[in-house]
T-cell receptor, first 109, second 115 residues
């Protein structure tokens, strides 16, 4: 199983950018990097994914290191609704998702 | 689209009882998954299916059974409930094609307590 390492918790002030790091030193060439988040008492929600190039969508940006051994999820302006557990997952079609324990993000008003 | 729906939302079982957790998706996804989440932990995969009639074990399959007779439905069966199966259960679905990667859509979860 492909493993990722994330900090247990992070804090951010409201309306400031947040950079959530993820290390995945054993990533293989076919692994996609997925990010999901889980709000309290809800199921996980897809945020973004990428393979090699940086990716942007309406929720966030994903910055992938050139050697692909780490990535960073960027929330451009944190809001109180972004308080959640964020999971970084390596995935290849046909393999299994391993969620880990994620990073618990606290947003301070 | 309703997305992924799960029933029931809550259930209390006595030790040794059986039950089926229902999961339905209306997005015509070929892949479906069952996860469990214990308090303070991440999700662990129980079983998954890559299409009707095809299922495979995940990380924690013991004590559970699944079947997939249609694209839409993927029920999870607990035969002899044990306290260790107290957890929140999430069903998910996704479209997958060889070499590609698509997001998983999750249901709202079923909170199960075994006493």
């Amino acid at each position: 199983d492909a493993k990722t390492t994330q900090p247990n918790s992070m804090e951010s002030n409201e309306e400031e950018p947040v950079h959530l790091p993820c290390n995945h030193s054993t990533i293989s060439g076919t692994d996609y990097i997925h990010w999901y988040r889980q709000l309290p008492s809800q199921g996980p929600e897809y945020v973004i994914h990428g393979l090699t190039s940086n990716v942007n969508n309406r929720m966030a940006s994903l910055a992938i290191a050139e050697d692909r051994k780490s990535s960073t999820l960027i929330l451009h302006r944190a809001t109180l609704r972004d308080a959640a557990v964020y999971y970084c997952i390596l995935y290849y079609t046909g393999n299994q998702f391993y969620f880990g324990t994620g990073t618990s993000l606290t947003v301070i008003p | 689209n309703a997305g992924v729906t799960q029933t029931p939302k809550f259930r209390i079982l006595k030790i040794g009882q059986s039950m089926t957790l229902q999961c339905t998706q209306d997005m015509n996804h070929n892949y479906m998954y069952w996860y469990r989440q214990d308090p303070g932990m991440g999700l662990k995969l129980i079983y998954y299916s890559v299409g009707a009639g095809i299922t495979d074990k995940g990380e924690v399959p013991n004590g559970y059974n699944v079947s997939r007779s249609t694209t839409e439905d993927f029920p999870l069966r607990l035969e002899l409930a044990a306290p260790s199966q107290t957890s929140v259960y999430f069903c998910a679905s996704s479209y997958s094609f060889q070499g590609s990667s698509y997001e998983q859509y999750f249901g709202p979860g079923t909170r199960l307590t075994v006493t």
